[in-house]
């Protein structure tokens, strides 16, 4: 394999590839990726989050081409990308390529929706696209996951490029302009761990889909750049990671797809937090035990789980996200581990404070990521333990359709009516046969 034209080769792919190259399960694989994503971006749209960004940002915003998915308010296609991707991500509920926690929706579907607002195109070319954008950004990612993970967010570096080559696809980039918008998106790359609990982790994956969006458009227009932005010396993958394997970006390209892989979360917080979720709720019973019965509870987990989310005492929502010790409480208090346990007022609940207080996480490297033990002692002695093997949205153990419906339908609950849910959820599923894809962003309008 040459590893000196990694860009070229990558970008050949993206420009060579037709509808008929996507296998079914990866075709089925995104239909299921669009339904979540939509259900989390109506989701995250009142979060404080996105009238905090539509106040700053707004006043700049050029024409308005495109909608900001459950709201009223319209934006240029840009600003509509950045918003649409910080709704999308700001609940922490959106999928994630568990290989590398990567979120690799929401970079390529929150460019290419407000992309066909501007420029009309079918669903199947927006199904297509995505397609090709999540298995660019996965690969990416693939290749730099082992040292980059600690500093950077890899939705930030790696999903630049996926939106590059998404929209690079709908405006029929030749191999060199989609090698440009690489190059143009890579050195826009960006996202630092330290924004974890504040409102930047959510503006690092709306920047993804804005600044690949932005790549995809100068590109066409002949701006130039490094065509050996991920190979080279000074480039992207030597930038942000100790350690890569450019190999991984182009092993198996048209025969292995990454959208195959995707998982979706069934708790609104880190994936890593999941397994200890799954356990608690469990151990939790029927009917549910008193937290203030319970002395003390020790988790059990992969030591990217308490690297990630090892975060004891939580100073708000957002933090709480990243806390597996929340996660833990509000699981045993409330039975449910969603969006609203994940707020100021459940982070100073005195029954979650206090039980917070009593968990003990220890690391145990012999555990998957997906894996945990959880065991908790009661007043009395008495003590219930409860191991996962496989939490609940992974790979070995995925949510149902029928899950991702309900997820959706109790995410818009509080902004669409029931009638508008279902019509949306069903243009969801049939995007490849629309005729115009960006008529699921009117649906998604109150």
């Known amino acids: 394999m040459d590893k000196t034209d990694i860009t070229r080769q990558l970008a050949r792919f993206a420009v060579d590839s037709r509808p008929a190259d996507i296998p079914a399960a990866a075709a089925r694989e995104a239909r299921r990726s669009i339904v979540n994503w939509m ?34 308010e319209r934006l240029d296609i840009l600003h509509a990308a950045l918003i649409n991707g910080i709704s999308a991500h700001v609940l922490d509920f959106d999928d994630t390529h568990l290989r590398t926690l990567m979120h690799p929706s929401v970079p390529v579907a929150s460019s290419l929706l407000a992309f066909a607002e501007y ?43 996926g939106a590059a080559a998404a929209i690079g696809k709908v405006l029929e980039l030749d191999e060199r302009k989609m090698a440009w918008a690489f190059g143009i998106a890579g050195t826009q790359a960006a996202g630092l761990r330290d924004m974890a609990g504040t409102m930047c982790k959510s503006f690092v994956h709306g920047r993804a889909a804005q600044n690949g969006m932005q790549a995809a458009i100068m590109a066409a227009q002949g701006f130039t750049s490094s065509e050996r932005v991920i190979e080279a010396p000074r480039g992207f993958a030597n930038a942000v990671s100790t350690r890569h394997d450019l190999g991984e970006v182009l092993a198996g390209l048209g025969n292995k797809w990454e959208m195959e892989l995707n998982t979706y979360k069934p708790h609104a917080c880190g994936v890593v937090c999941h397994p200890v979720i799954d356990a608690c709720l469990q151990l939790r019973g029927s009917p549910p035990v008193d937290p203030a019965r319970i002395t003390g509870m020790k988790l ?5 789980a308490l690297k990630l989310t090892g975060i004891k005492s939580p100073k708000g929502g957002l933090e709480s996200k990243w806390s597996l010790y929340h996660s833990a409480a509000v699981s045993i208090v409330d039975g449910i581990a969603g969006e609203r346990q994940y707020t100021d007022e459940m982070v100073f609940d005195p029954r979650v404070a206090a039980l917070r207080e009593r968990i003990v996480a220890e690391p145990d490297d ?25 939490a609940l949205g992974s790979a070995r153990n995925p949510m149902s359709d029928q899950d991702l419906e309900l997820k959706f339908i109790d995410l818009v609950a509080d902004t669409l009516p029931r009638s508008q849910t279902r019509k949306l959820i069903d243009n969801c599923w049939a995007l490849a046969e629309l005729p115009d894809a960006g008529e699921l962003a009117r649906l998604a309008v109150p």
């Open 39 to 72: 259900g989390c971006a109506i989701g995250g749209a009142h979060h404080d989050a996105v009238p905090v960004a539509l106040a700053a940002l707004a006043p700049f915003s050029g024409p308005p081409q495109a909608t900001v998915l459950g709201r009223r």
């Open 119 to 161: 420029k009309p195109f079918p669903g199947s070319v927006f199904m297509h696209a995505f397609v090709l954008g999540v298995e660019v950004e996965c690969r990416i990612a693939n290749a730099i996951y082992q040292g980059h993970n600690v500093n950077w967010y890899i939705t930030g570096t790696a999903g630049v490029f």
């Open 300 to 304: 059990h987990v992969h030591p990217l």
């Open 366 to 390: 012999r555990l998957r990521e997906d894996e945990a033990r959880v065991t908790m002692t009661l007043a009395g002695g008495e003590v219930l333990d409860c191991h996962i093997p496989h």
